[in-house]
């Protein structure tokens, strides 16, 4: 027997006072209604209604579990109705993670952004740069970049990730700009040594063609933000995505170099830990960024 199941029954029969009426609000029949509450007879040794031929009343004991059991129904109600909602709707407490970088500069203004527009939610904000394991974690949703590998996991894609060369214009007032993609190997490279294939530098030339220019210089780092302050004070040439120069190159800070040579994009996804039930919090959390992230979405960002 299905304890709740038949307190609820049994309410609704002390309720209505009829186990006809009872069966047609539980789709069922009402043999199995009555059978329901003898159960619980059975199992409590006490009679819990009286029956005649007139109907049915409640007796002292049905009347002290009747009152006993509307409490447990309702809370179960209530249990239930709070799960739903949280799976539907925006609220609760919502662990973003993805890389530091990407992290400071873009998911943080959006996702603040999304908090003021969704009061019921609270945010748990994770930056790290290594291979995070969203389960052991308790990560709801994390941004990652680059081709996902075939998993369990639940995914939504985002938008892409561009990538552009820059240099301080007293930099190029000094050494001169590249004119083509081989000259590059004249110049000291900034050098992003997590993507890109640290010395080898891969674009698309404006015919089509695929270059592979080999690069070196005396600044290599695993940090953006330090490749882009020595692209700003003119020790050389980098190679980074469009969103960390974005602010430097509309202040004039660094120009472009080679515009219309084109550098591999990354993919960026959404990835949650399972493509079933997924959370109404977290939806709505990719929705968001899905609606902030179109076309040139580095110049629209909100500010942190």
């Known amino acids: 027997m299905d304890r709740l199941h038949a307190m609820q029954v049994f309410v609704r029969v002390v309720e209505t006072g009829s186990f006809s009426k009872t069966a047609r609000e539980f789709a069922t029949t009402q043999p199995t209604v009555t059978k329901l509450v ?53 609220q609760g407490l919502l662990r973003i993670g993805t890389s530091v970088a990407f992290g400071r500069r873009v998911i943080t203004p959006l996702a603040l952004d999304f908090m003021a527009k969704h009061p019921q939610v609270q945010l748990d904000l994770s930056f790290e740069d290594r291979y995070t394991d969203l389960v052991a974690q308790g990560i709801d949703v994390a941004v990652r970049m680059g081709k996902l590998a075939d998993s369990t996991l639940g995914a939504r894609f985002l938008t892409t990730n561009p990538w552009v060369l820059v240099a301080s214009p007293k930099y190029l007032r000094k050494q001169g700009m590249p004119k083509k993609a081989s000259e590059l190997s004249e110049h000291p490279a900034l050098i992003y040594s997590s993507v890109l294939g640290d010395d080898v530098w891969r674009m698309t030339s404006p015919k089509g063609e695929a270059v592979t220019v080999p690069v070196a210089g005396r600044l290599r780092s695993n940090n953006l933000s330090a490749v882009l302050a020595a692209a700003r004070n003119g020790y050389g040439i980098a190679a980074m995505p469009r969103y960390v120069a974005s602010e430097s190159l509309k202040s ?53």
Not at 259 to 279: D, R, Y
Request: charged share 25%; glycine share 6%; proline share 5%.
């Open 38 to 90: 003898a159960a619980l007879e059975e199992s409590l040794r006490v009679r819990l209604l009286n029956r005649n031929t007139r109907g049915i009343s409640v007796t002292e004991s049905g009347a002290l579990y009747y009152e006993k059991c509307k409490n447990i129904v309702r809370d179960a109600e209530e249990a239930d109705n709070s799960v739903r909602l949280q799976q539907t709707q925006a």
């Open 252 to 304: 004039g800070h660094v120009v472009e170099v080679l515009q219309g040579h084109v550098l591999p994009e990354q993919e960026i996804h959404a990835v949650f830990p399972s493509p079933k039930l997924v959370p109404g919090k977290v939806m709505a959390f990719i929705a968001y960024l899905q609606s902030r992230l179109g076309d040139r979405w580095w110049d629209d960002l909100p500010k942190a």
